[in-house]
């Protein structure tokens, strides 16, 4: 039951779990900032706790076991450029692309935060939500380019320098915009460590990542809310050590089923749109939003799958 040997073991299904509770997170996030908006002008509590603290947690989990699931396939396997591109990055970006497209086109201009159509189709994603691909994407070339450079001067040291470089970024954003939206970019690092210290080392891992998280949450006392945007950020690195200390220590082994563990990036794509659809155009009550909005985002999120996996075997991407 117990991993006497301290490694940290995050099996496949698992990690699908998590990213479910992640989703989640994130979805019940903007139901919270949606029913704050000007669309319902609610003032309960409780959507201001689900705005403020849910979506932090959500993304700073994906970002954790989006870099301890590619530094794992690495040990596994190094993809070519050409492989790496259709395996790795397609799999993110013509999903995304796919979605934009499609939103671009049944909704009015508003509704967008567009610029001009085509860099909103090719990268702004014309939706507030999608920040985190554009985070994302280019930390998938950084990793790549770290791969290739860790034949040379391995691996230990490229995680180090990953790791500065998203800390580095991390405190940029803070002081120069204000925000902690990024604070959770170095667990993308933080997760490609685990994958490659993860045998012998989960005390020490955890404990990196803690001391990693308080000094990126200390640039959180300079920005306009300093409490409460540190304590956010502090919190959101402690779930994360959490998270690894329980399924490591109990061997957790969970599985979804294939359909809900296929379609959980597609929520992430899909829910903000139907949200604002429901609310700004639709128009509908507040209480038949907040009863709708978690299964019809999975059920468009199942459909949408089953569409991009369609065109994308026909593109054979």
């Given amino acids: 039951m117990f991993d006497k040997q301290g490694s940290i073991v995050l099996p496949k299904g698992t990690c699908d779990v998590i990213k479910l509770i992640a989703a989640l997170l994130v979805v019940t996030s903007h139901i919270g900032s949606v029913a704050l908006g000007p669309a ?27 870099g301890y699931g590619l530094m794992e396939s690495e040990i596994r396997s190094h993809l070519p ?12 970006y013509f999903p995304v692309l796919l979605v934009t497209g499609l939103w671009l086109l049944i909704t009015p201009p508003h509704l967008s935060s567009s610029k001009s159509g085509v860099c909103d189709l ?21 990793f790549y380019i770290g791969s290739i ?31 902690i939206r990024d604070h959770s970019v170095p667990l993308f690092a933080l997760g490609i460590m685990s994958a490659l210290y993860k045998r012998g080392h989960l005390s020490l ?7 990693i998280g308080l000094f990126v949450s200390g640039f959180g006392l300079l920005t306009s809310h300093p409490i409460t945007n540190t304590l956010h950020s502090m919190f ?58 978690v299964p019809v985002s999975f059920a468009l999120a199942y459909v949408f799958m089953r569409l991009r996996t369609s065109i994308a075997k026909a593109l054979h991407i």
Wanted: with cysteine.
């Fill in 40 to 66: 319902y002008n609610s003032t309960h509590w409780s959507f201001y706790l689900l705005a403020t603290q849910n979506g932090y947690m959500g993304v700073a989990l994906f970002f954790f076991l989006s």
């Fill in 81 to 92: 450029l050409y492989q790496f591109i259709k395996r790795r990055f397609l799999k993110v």
């Fill in 122 to 142: 090719l990268w702004g994603f014309a939706d507030p939500v999608m920040w985190f691909i554009r985070v994302l994407i280019p930390l998938y070339a950084v």
């Fill in 149 to 179: 450079s860790a034949k040379y001067i391995g691996w230990g040291k490229i995680s180090g320098i990953i790791l500065i470089a998203c800390i580095a970024y991390s405190v940029y954003r803070q002081i120069c915009f204000d925000t």
């Fill in 205 to 211: 891992v955890s404990i990196s990542i803690l001391v």
């Fill in 236 to 293: 959101d690195y402690t779930i994360v050590v959490g998270v690894i200390l329980t399924v490591s220590i109990f061997k957790l082994d969970w599985h979804l089923s294939s359909w809900l563990s296929a379609i959980l990036f597609d929520v992430y794509l899909v829910h903000f749109k139907y949200f604002t659809l429901a609310s700004e155009v639709w128009q509908i009550p507040l209480w038949l939003f907040l009863i709708l909005s």
